[in-house]
């Protein structure tokens, strides 16, 4: 006959058997709730980096304080404090869990996240990668009657998993990489083939450092007054989202088929001209634009240069002389030179800048003069005008069609777009993104209205890598006396521009640093009257911020 004793020693036993299976159960189950959670910001700054994981790696590195959140380092060590009892290092992880579970909250964002299919998936493999992960441990705790040794395994994977959980999404687009190659693959071979079936289609090829956008538009409004012409929507200029508008919006009709190009690595030019094999080629400009990827200006240049390098011996590059950097390559390829003076073959004269547009001349090589009047502001887009001028007239449009369809240029969102602010006020909306040498012409827009207070709302100049510091200083030197009141946005970022403004000689008084947008919105309300005009130059999106 077994003691009462015993009994209750055995019982003791499986009772706190029972309770560490239930509960590391419960704490498997609460890793998953914070994942589903988590990897919504992991996936997000994930795409915002164009999926790019070697991006996602330096921002987890210079965000330690969101990749690596303080409360959850906290919160996941406690349980560290009740080693000398497995049962209450199981109770005080799950209270733990339970406490980040509630405190994460999902982040507003500025752009959202757009669930693809790539997310979805990725979405799919964290789930079974963790499902995986949870039915070992559960099967380990059931064999070994929840030995010790794995209610410590359990505490720690759980504490890994909870503390890294950017680097563990990290992991699982590495393990998605192989599906979406091949997939990619599939719609790049689609696209290849859907350009070879349409032999009259003419594919205009842009790309640059900056004023891609811009001539883009210009180029397609002056083009559909002659031509069935399409472009890429958007900002659809990588690999995957030309292959996307070949796929799903090119037609059979379009003869004229306008291309916008980006790069962050070298090749990517020459990946997207494999895919649609432009005859015309335009370079807008090279300049210190993803310097974190491409580290110097002369990689840079030879990313751009691949769009004219992939063109047959019939095509033909449009080049902007304006540009020293483009300038400086030698060219062997038939090209035409567009710019701002007599240099080019086609250039801008009589310029004349209004509060509501500008009007010039197009000079032509056979010194015939187009006449353009147009509500775009800024020598920038005059450039992108001449360009789109010169591409048409070397096409066989007329000077007619030329004219027609200038006037029906409108400002691309958020590109020295002009807009009516509070009473009389005025904006010039430049916050999609900015540049070295669009931010100073912006600036030039700006010191224009002489009889308006002048206040320039910026962030500065992102991806410079290691020259961003002095790009942004010579920014704030250059805007020192261009406007009356700046108000810079960020705390990291304002530094340097401070800096330059304080060295051209901007009184510290006039110069205001807000933590984000919103409060530097609520700041320039102090500022702004009737007679104010408001610069919006650049806007961080949600991975700089």
């Not at 599906?179 to 594919?203: G, H, W, Y």
């Not at 751009?304 to 020293?324: M, Q, Y």
């Not at 009141?485 to 990291?492: H, P, R, S, T």
Request: net charge positive; charged share 25%; aromatic share 8%.
């Amino acid at each position: 006959m077994i003691e009462t004793g015993t009994t209750d020693a055995i019982a003791a036993i499986i009772t706190n058997e029972i309770a560490k299976i239930i509960l590391i159960f419960l704490s498997l189950v609460l890793v998953e709730i914070f994942l589903i959670k988590a990897r919504r910001n992991a996936f997000h700054i994930l795409q915002l980096e164009n999926y790019h994981r070697d991006r996602y790696a330096k921002w987890i590195k210079e965000n330690k304080e969101k990749s690596y959140p303080f409360f959850t380092m906290m919160f996941a060590l406690i349980p560290l404090l009740f080693c000398w009892n497995t049962l209450a290092l199981l109770i005080s992880q799950v209270i733990c869990l339970i406490c980040i579970c509630l405190i994460t909250k999902k982040k507003k964002e500025k752009k959202p996240l757009v669930v693809t299919g790539r997310i979805k998936r990725e979405y799919k493999i964290a789930m079974m990668v963790w499902l995986a992960i949870s039915v070992i441990i559960l099967i380990a705790t059931i064999m070994t009657r929840a030995n010790n040794i794995v209610v410590y395994v359990t505490a720690l994977i759980n504490l890994l998993t909870v503390c890294f959980a950017f680097r563990f999404f990290q992991m699982i687009d590495l393990l998605h990489q192989p599906i979406q190659n091949r997939i990619n693959n599939k719609f790049i071979t689609n696209a290849k083939n859907k350009i070879s079936e349409m032999p009259n289609l003419t594919v205009i090829g842009i790309t640059g450092s900056y004023g891609k956008t811009s001539t883009k538009n210009a180029l397609q409004t002056i083009l559909s007054e002659h031509f069935n012409s399409f472009m890429t929507p958007g900002n659809f200029n990588t690999e995957m989202g030309v292959t996307r508008t070949v796929n799903d919006m090119l037609k059979p009709v379009n003869d004229v088929f306008v291309c916008e190009m980006g790069a962050m690595y070298r090749g990517d030019i020459k990946a997207i001209c494999d895919i649609v094999k432009p005859k015309i080629a335009i370079i807008t400009a090279v300049g210190p634009m993803h310097l974190n990827t491409f580290k110097s200006i002369e990689n840079v240049k030879k990313t751009k240069f691949e769009l004219v390098d992939s063109l047959p011996e019939d095509g033909i590059a449009f080049l902007n002389w304006e540009d020293e950097n483009v300038r400086s390559v030698t060219v062997t390829k038939p090209h035409i030179k567009y710019g701002l003076n007599d240099e080019a073959d086609y250039y801008a004269t009589n310029i004349e800048m209004k509060e509501v547009g500008s009007e010039f001349e197009v000079v032509m090589p056979s010194k015939e003069k187009i006449k353009i009047r147009t509500k775009l502001l800024g020598n920038l887009n005059i450039l992108n005008i001449v360009c789109a001028v010169a591409v048409a007239n070397t096409l066989g449009m007329t000077a007619e069609e030329i004219q027609m369809g200038a006037k029906k240029l409108q400002p691309v969102e958020h590109r020295l777009e002009l807009k009516r602010g509070a009473g009389e006020s005025l904006i010039i909306d430049d916050a999609y993104n900015s540049n070295v040498k669009g931010s100073k012409m912006a600036l030039e827009v700006l010191s224009g209205f002489k009889d308006r207070k002048r206040i320039l709302i910026t962030p500065g100049i992102i991806d410079l890598g290691e020259k961003a510091d002095e790009y942004n200083k010579e920014l704030g030197k250059y805007a020192a006396d261009k406007c009356d009141i700046v108000i810079l946005v960020g705390e990291k970022q304002a530094e340097p521009i401070k800096a330059g403004l304080l060295e051209a000689g901007m009184l510290e008084k006039n110069i205001r640093i807000a933590e984000n947008i919103n409060v530097a919105i609520t700041m320039m309300s102090q500022y702004t009257n009737e007679k104010s005009v408001v610069l919006f130059e650049n806007d961080l999106p949600d991975n700089y911020l």
